[in-house]
């Protein structure tokens, strides 16, 4: 059984926790429309528990539904702010620039978050970005086959935050997704390794100084050995990028197979590193990466693709 009551509630969440613990009869609550409630119930109420539902709704005290408006409308143009936020250009059409912060995982970047603010402060003489108060997130999906060849780019998410920094639930799924034919596959293959190696260097710095300026590396010794360390790594950097260089000896000189095959010849040569200048902060374990893993592991995983 149900009851319809009028409202415009913007929390129906909140607001459905609070009813039901105001009476057990209620089950759930949808909405019909902007001002329009359905309770759906397990029993029928009684005329005395209906009056106080009544006075449950009219007093409930929902979000303020400013806060639940996306903050792009603050900064847009005068001429942009009439417009649905989904039409916004985040580029052209606002009074300030956004700050561009993007999360690359093994060479894919799959989300882009603009925040309006960009703070850059120095730890141990290298830039850290401190960002605040995000405005627009566009996440990306991409689907592969087992030999890591891509198959298709999903259709990119937008999500926007309210002024209260909540998601905004009205997301845009921006188009189909983009499938790709198969002389396209080698090329994105290329420019993911050229992204995951373009993206790794400035972390790596920072990896290394985490781990050894606590024990007196100063930071242009820090900055010395990223730089040995890239540099010994360049031909397998190249190669990586260009070929995706791997393993193809299946079997070892005594005949036995080879566990290595098939693995990037850089994934082995992170494994079987044997450089002092390397080896002193490659097995340490970094906060960043949660204090549980190796900067050599962390190394092997994103280059395993």
Known sequence: ??????????????????AKQLNQKIEYITKLNEDGLTFYLNEELSEAEELQLDDFIENFSDVDPEEKTPLIYDYAKAEAKNKHFHNIDYKKELTVRLQKKSEINKGEMNVVTWYRYMDLEFINGLPVRNYSVPVLRTETTWSRDSSGFVISKNPPIRTWFNRDGTENTDKKIMDDPYYYEDFEKIDEGIKRRKLLVKAIQIPIMNLIAEVMTPLGMSTEVVLLRGRKFLDDYDIEFNKFKHNSSSITDTHLEDGSPNPDFNLKTIVVKFRDELDPDHVEWLD???????????????LIQEFSI
């Open 1 to 18: 059984m149900f009851i319809q009551k009028t409202k415009n509630i913007l929390d129906l969440n909140k607001f459905l926790d609070e």
């Open 284 to 298: 340490k374990k970094p906060l960043s990466l949660g204090g549980a893993i190796t900067i050599r592991d962390h």
